[in-house]
């Protein structure tokens, strides 16, 4: 589907103004914001995706920011907006994050950064929520078990470099099920000095959690909860290869 996009240098008014300077900015502010995304080289921006602030579409809001389509160029990028009211100061640390997690190929992928900026790969697809939700029909089965296996397979590389991402206990909104890649999104909240628990939180909540795992029941029969939890017991006392496959082999994956 081709999508509209309308110059950045019509940020200066409503409703993109909203956008650029969410939940509000005063002239200045937007002015400064505005020529900050034209040093980083983003001419437009297209109001489409699946969250709505006002009238306009966006790809997504968070605590920290709000995720847009622009162009750099002709290539179509994801933008995240720094929102006027978050307790982080600048974009950088949580580039900083993305670029650890894209060192083993988690992720959308890093482009640039400014302090209210970060600039990464467009994932065009669904949030893993409402995909599992949405798939039907013959391959279901398939399909579903080869996504999980995915992010299960990026989880246990981001355990094994010291890496939480967090936030996958409410796994939800941070895994996008793309056309052309599956991955894990959203790294603000992200560390490298806490415990990781990336496998055990996503096999948690998408097979024993109260939400998605109803959904996942729906479309393929699960091994018990005790077993589950035994070989996650076991992975958590060692987080090993040899113990990743067990879980793996368990969740029939």
């Not at 400064?32 to 699946?50: A, C, Q, W």
């Not at 909240?189 to 109803?214: H, P």
């Not at 076991?234 to 290869?241: I, L, T, V």
């Amino acid at each position: 589907m081709k999508r509209s996009f309308v110059s950045i240098k019509k940020f200066d008014e409503e409703p993109y103004s909203k956008i650029i300077g969410y939940p509000g900015a005063n002239k200045t502010q937007i002015k400064s914001r505005i020529l900050e995304l034209e040093k980083l080289k983003i001419r437009s921006v297209s109001f489409s995706g699946p969250t709505t602030i006002g009238k306009l579409g966006i790809l997504g809001k968070g605590y920290v920011g709000v995720v847009v389509l622009a162009k750099k160029g002709n290539k179509e990028m994801a933008v995240k907006i720094r929102r006027m009211d978050s307790q982080r100061k600048e974009m950088r640390n949580e580039a900083k994050l993305l670029k650890i997690v894209n060192s083993v190929n988690v992720g959308p992928q890093l482009f640039d950064v400014s302090k209210n900026f970060l600039v990464m790969e467009f994932l065009e697809g669904e949030k893993i929520g409402s995909w599992i939700k949405n798939i039907t029909g013959k391959g279901s089965v398939k399909k579903l078990k080869h996504i999980i296996k995915t992010v299960l397979e990026d989880c246990y590389r981001l355990d094994q470099i010291g890496f939480d991402h967090g936030e996958l206990s409410s796994i939800t909104k941070h895994v996008i099920v793309g056309k052309s890649k599956s991955t894990l999104i959203d790294f603000e909240s992200s560390s490298t000095k806490r415990k990781v628990s990336n496998v055990t939180s996503v096999t948690q909540a998408i097979f024993i959690g109260s939400g998605i795992a109803k959904d996942v029941q729906r479309i393929y029969k699960l091994p018990s909860k005790e077993n589950i939890i035994e070989v996650l017991r076991s992975y958590k006392r060692e987080q090993s290869r040899q113990n990743f496959e067990k879980i793996l082999s368990t969740l029939k994956l």
